[in-house]
């Protein structure tokens, strides 16, 4: 279950649930499927999985959650196919032009008699609160999926107030300070992937992936004013990932180090081994988030 993106959010303040009262709170929306015309539907869903019986895992002080959302799928193409010959028979028999709001009628009607005969699909989404440190981790790289995670959250807990994190240095600025440098941070050493932004509102883009990036062809890119929106790194040799202008991670790649301690675990079912993959998940990320932060937030002299 190791989360392959991090979008990130700051509590406001102290995460007021234990995991056990966290548990009762989002038991008030479970997981249930589409009814038939319905389009779409979310709720909460075991981390561990269907024999567990819990809607959140505690582990290490970090407590972890699962949304499921299920939708039909429904292709405009079917819709509009068969709008069109609807809409050719009207017009035949009643020899007039059907009006765009009696079409948009007729597409409404449409869609209400063939949801029901819909395929659906349900995806699940992961997230863990660290209430030590103050964040809410969520394994996506979408904004919507994100808020739609957030926003069920506020649904089943009175007060949730949430922010981007704060950083006293440009993640830009300093993407853009490590590349053209070339001197990073301690534990933090340069991927092989950046893409570069020029400013002003005809953007110009570079990116360059599987590329050595201290190499005069990035560094022409830099010398005419590009910044860094995107740029790949490797931390404490563990862990590698693509950092964003807007601090969020993405291709989050967990190295052998953790495979080998997962055997040396040795768990003996499923739901034992996804809690200590995120034990370990967990611990190491929140030493990445902290270092990484220390980076965009320097301490004041």
């Not at 029901?116 to 699909?121: D, G, I, S």
């Not at 506020?154 to 001197?183: Q, Y």
């Not at 040795?266 to 995120?278: G, L, Y």
Request: aromatic share 8%; net charge negative; hydrophobic share 40%.
């Amino acid at each position: 279950m190791w989360f392959k993106n991090l979008y990130l959010y700051k509590l406001q303040q102290a995460f007021p649930l234990t995991a056990e009262a966290l548990h009762e709170a989002l038991a008030a929306r479970p997981f249930i499927g589409c009814l038939k015309d319905q389009r779409e539907t979310s709720g909460w869903v075991a981390p561990l999985g269907k024999p567990s019986e819990s809607l959140v895992h505690a582990a290490n002080g970090y407590i972890w959650m699962t949304v499921a959302h299920q939708e039909r799928l429904l292709p405009s193409s079917v819709v509009k196919e068969e709008l069109d010959e609807r809409v050719s028979e009207l017009q035949e028999r009643e020899n007039r032009k059907l009006s765009s709001r009696e079409k948009k009628d007729l597409r409404e009607q449409i869609e209400f008699e063939l949801l029901p005969q819909a395929f659906t699909r349900t995806r699940q989404l992961d997230a863990w609160i660290d209430p030590h440190e103050h964040w809410l981790v969520i394994n996506t790289s979408s904004a919507s999926q994100a808020e739609r995670l957030t926003a069920l959250l506020r649904k089943c807990i009175d007060s949730l107030p949430l922010a981007a994190p704060e950083t006293s240095n440009s993640p830009t600025f300093l993407m853009t300070h490590w590349l053209t440098e070339g001197v990073l941070p301690p534990k933090f050493e340069l991927g092989e992937e950046c893409e570069l932004r020029s400013q002003g509102d005809e953007q110009s883009v570079a990116v360059f992936k599987k590329h050595e990036l201290l190499t005069d062809e990035v560094k022409s890119n830099l010398a005419t004013g590009k910044l860094v929106s995107k740029l790949m790194l490797t931390w404490d040799q563990r862990i590698s990932f693509v950092l964003t202008d807007n601090l969020q991670i993405r291709r989050l790649k967990f190295l052998d180090v953790f495979d080998e301690q997962l055997n040396e675990q040795d768990p003996q079912s499923h739901a034992e081994r996804k809690d200590i993959e995120f034990t370990l998940m967990t611990g190491e990320v929140s030493r990445l988030l902290a270092d990484l932060m220390a980076c965009f937030n320097p301490p004041q002299a």
